[in-house]
T-cell receptor
Framework: GESVGLHLPTLSVQEGDNSIINCAYSNSASDYFIWYKQESGKGPQFIIDIRSNMDKRQGQRVTVLLNKTVKHLSLQIAATQPGDSAVYFC????????????FGTGTRLQVTL | DSGVTQTPKHLITATGQRVTLRCSPR?????VYWYQQSLDQGLQFLIQYYNGEERAKGNILERFSAQQFPDLHSELNLSSLELGDSALYFCASSASGGAAMGSTEAFFGQGTRLTVV
């Protein structure tokens, strides 16, 4: 989307390699986390979510890892494809007090051939 | 296609003016969220409505207001526009009222690109 104008950290990976995108969250009370993908010209698209009672969750080609001790979240993409090129955002929510999602600043993933 | 419709897609207006952005949520979704995405600040939560009532408020300026109508569509009103209000404005919808009531998986629209000149 228009986030291409943001000065985002960029991760470049070769097609076929695995990608790991990291996110540090700030609120220790957050207990629900989501990864979103935003392609150019589109709105954020849900990829995978995880609750704080889990430390790992797998989807199709994606895995989210949660480390509550250090407030760190990561998204692993297996066998990265050109179509994975996008900006990836993590989002957190404290389900006990608020329903809104707080988004991180995002990471741009560039897949090279 | 997420099922969330935002209009207009692009809007160019002058400083001091007022605009209204419209959002139609996915069929059956009761919650509508508004986010602002600017070049230097990423996605910022503005406000959420659930079944017609304000549910949560974020960093929304007093010059901005929103409402959700009985048919569940929502409008975001931006007034006394300033150059710094230029941004992408996203609407998202979800079935629940938020994380406390289940998944907060929210589906985003394509956004409205607002340019204030």
């Amino acid at each position: 989307g228009e986030s291409v104008g943001l000065h985002l950290p960029t991760l470049s990976v070769q097609e076929g390699d695995n990608s790991i995108i990291n996110c540090a969250y700030s609120n220790s009370a957050s207990d629900y986390f989501i990864w979103y993908k935003q392609e150019s010209g589109k709105g954020p698209q849900f990829i995978i979510d995880i609750r704080s009672n889990m430390d790992k969750r797998q989807g199709q080609r994606v895995t989210v890892l949660l480390n509550k001790t250090v407030k760190h979240l990561s998204l692993q993409i297996a066998a990265t494809q050109p179509g994975d090129s996008a900006v990836y955002f993590c989002a957190e929510a404290d389900t006990g007090t608020a329903s809104k999602l707080t988004f991180g600043t995002g990471t741009r993933l560039q897949v090279t051939l | 296609d997420s099922g969330v419709t935002q209009t207009p897609k692009h809007l160019i207006t002058a400083t001091g003016q007022r605009v209204t952005l419209r959002c139609s949520p996915r069929s059956g979704d009761l919650s509508v969220y508004w986010y602002q995405q600017s070049l230097d600040q990423g996605l910022q939560f503005l406000i959420q409505y659930y079944n017609g009532e304000e549910r949560a408020k974020g960093n929304i300026l007093e010059r901005f207001s929103a409402q959700q109508f009985p048919d569940l569509h929502s409008e975001l009103n931006l007034s006394s526009l300033e150059l710094g209000d230029s941004a992408l404005y996203f609407c998202a919808s979800s079935a629940s009222g938020g994380a406390a009531m289940g998944s907060t998986e929210a589906f985003f629209g394509q956004g409205t690109r607002l340019t204030v000149v």
